[in-house]
Nanobody, 118 residues
Framework: QVQLVESGGGLVPAGDSLRLSCAASGRTASLYAMGWFRQAPGKEREFVAAIIWSGGSTYYAHSVKGRFTISRDNAKNTVYLQMNSLKPEDTAVYYC???????????WGQGTQVTVSS
C-alpha cells in the first residue's frame, strides 16, 4: 500500500497562485500514475490532473488546462500541482491519489482545502 500526505492548501484571492504537494511513502515501487482530484461542497469528486510516474506524461481536466501544472520529483516520491490564475470555482478539497499499473486509483491522501475568494 502507498501512503499519501498532501500539503500546501490555503485561502487566496482570485488570480493568485498556490502549489500543492503530495508525498508518497510505502510501496512506491508499484506506482504507475499519480493524480489530483477535487471535491467542492455539494458536488461529486472530479478529476483535475494526472502524471505517469515513469514517463512523465500529463493529463488535465478541461477546466484547469493552461492554469494548472502537475509535476513530480521521483527522487522525493512527491507530486506537485502548481495552480495559477485561481478562480473562486476552484475552491474545493484537493486530494492526491496513486494508481498501480492495470488498476484504479486505490490510495488517497487526507485532502487539503483550497479556498479562492472573489
Amino acid at each position: 500500500q502507498v501512503q499519501l500526505v498532501e500539503s500546501g492548501g490555503g485561502l487566496v484571492p482570485a488570480g493568485d497562485s498556490l502549489r500543492l504537494s503530495c508525498a508518497a511513502s510505502g510501496r512506491t515501487a508499484s506506482l504507475y500514475a499519480m493524480g489530483w482530484f477535487r471535491q467542492a461542497p455539494g458536488k461529486e469528486r472530479e478529476f483535475v490532473a494526472a502524471i505517469i510516474w515513469s514517463g512523465g506524461s500529463t493529463y488535465y481536466a478541461h477546466s484547469v488546462k493552461g492554469r494548472f501544472t502537475i509535476s513530480r520529483d521521483n527522487a522525493k516520491n512527491t507530486v506537485y500541482l502548481q495552480m495559477n490564475s485561481l478562480k473562486p470555482e476552484d475552491t474545493a478539497v484537493y486530494y492526491c491519489a496513486s494508481q498501480r499499473r492495470g488498476g484504479d486509483y486505490d490510495s488517497w491522501g487526507q485532502g487539503t482545502q483550497v479556498t479562492v475568494s472573489s
